[in-house]
């Protein structure tokens, strides 16, 4: 299976560069592989998609105000992007400067404190903030929302609240859960008035999210590294929604692959570590019966996802479709409900 299989053409105009006024507001393209349908909704008329005793499942990691500028010792600029915190007031990053620093120097922040870098960890580096200054706190205080790099714009005040879902609890990601900043309060009412549950796991997602993938043959690509948490009281709310006969729904891609992490032989079972599976067209998913996901990238390693749920024509149709009738595609753009055929997932 190769890279170019997952081509498909997007108008850069199409890629949305902000949200808009009201979170639910976007459109959904509803593809229901077992019927061989598309119909073009609206994400507020997701409570018409659900069934009462069917169980959303949502990520609430929280997003990390994780890019920095900085100044290197030789008065040279420096941005820094925290990948992921590690302890203390150490932290992985990558580092965006003229030229790579070794173990030993130092960056200044705007408010001159300083940063240390430890050393190269792979791709990143592990830096040292010198502060007494909790590293959240620091973080708060001198951090900007890490948006996307297809988002071209500078961060503003109303990305701190808008790349954020409502139900962001536990604060470790660098990347937004992007089909979770689809939900407000009225939706979320709406779909309890349904008789739909709520479920929630953790992925803290990185930077990797957007690194594209560099092979042409997909055998060869490594997956990043992401840390995830399946509590018990989750995995119990599914056992139950089974029992019951409702259906599993995932809200993004993040939490296909915790679900399925957390479940290596198809029995689901509670989890905290890290995961770094990659799902292609040919893998059987067990712990999922629906999903909804924005557009992603072409050639992305989740647009290779969701075609291993619906199958790889049949989203590339559904793109073709989506940029034909001018969704709006990525982090802040519309939705996509997909209904697998049968035979994708495992019974």
């Excluded at 994780?66 to 992007?81: D, N, P, Y």
């Excluded at 792979?122 to 620091?138: D, I, K």
């Excluded at 939706?187 to 709520?198: E, I, K, N, Y």
Aim: proline fraction near 7%.
């Amino acid at each position: 299976m190769k890279k170019s299989d997952f081509h498909f053409d997007l108008p850069s105009e199409l890629i949305a560069q902000a949200p808009l006024p009201e979170r639910s507001a976007s459109r959904m393209l509803v593809l229901d592989a077992a019927q061989e349908r598309l119909t073009d909704a609206w994400v507020r008329t997701l409570p018409d998609e659900v069934r009462s005793g069917d169980l959303l499942v949502f990520n609430d990691t929280r997003v990390m105000p994780a890019r920095l500028h900085a100044r290197k010792s030789t008065g040279g600029a420096a941005e820094i992007l925290i990948e992921r915190l590690i302890g203390g007031q150490d932290v992985l990053a990558q580092l965006g400067v003229s030229k790579k620093p070794s173990a030993g120097a130092t960056l200044q922040l705007a408010d001159g404190s300083t940063v240390q870098v430890l050393g190269r960890d792979g791709e990143f580096f592990r830096l040292r903030f010198e502060s007494q200054e909790p590293l959240p706190q620091l973080l708060a205080r001198l951090g900007q929302m890490p948006l996307p790099p297809y988002i071209t714009r500078a961060p503003g005040a109303a990305d701190a609240e808008r790349y954020q879902t409502v139900f962001a609890r536990h604060a470790g990601a660098v990347a937004a859960p992007t089909a979770g900043l689809h939900f407000d309060e009225p939706l979320l009412q709406a779909l309890r008035a349904r008789g739909v549950q709520f479920g929630h796991l953790t992925l803290h997602v990185g930077a990797g999210t957007f690194q594209p993938v560099r092979v042409e043959h997909l055998e060869q690509h490594r997956m990043h590294q992401e840390w995830i948490n399946v509590g018990a009281p989750l995995v119990e709310q599914i056992m139950r929604t089974r029992a019951e006969g409702g259906r599993v729904i995932a809200i993004g891609t993040t939490v296909v692959r915790a679900l399925e992490s957390a479940a290596p032989h198809g029995r689901l079972a509670p989890f905290e570590g890290e995961t770094g599976i990659f799902i292609l067209p040919g893998y059987r998913f067990s712990q999922i019966d629906g999903l909804l996901t924005n557009f992603h990238l072409p050639e992305s390693t989740l647009l290779m996802l969701v075609s291993a749920l619906a199958g790889r024509e049949r989203i590339l149709a559904a793109y073709r479709h989506a940029v034909e009738q001018r969704y709006r595609f990525f982090s802040y753009g519309d939705a996509m409900l997909i209904w697998p055929p049968a035979g994708s997932t495992v019974p």
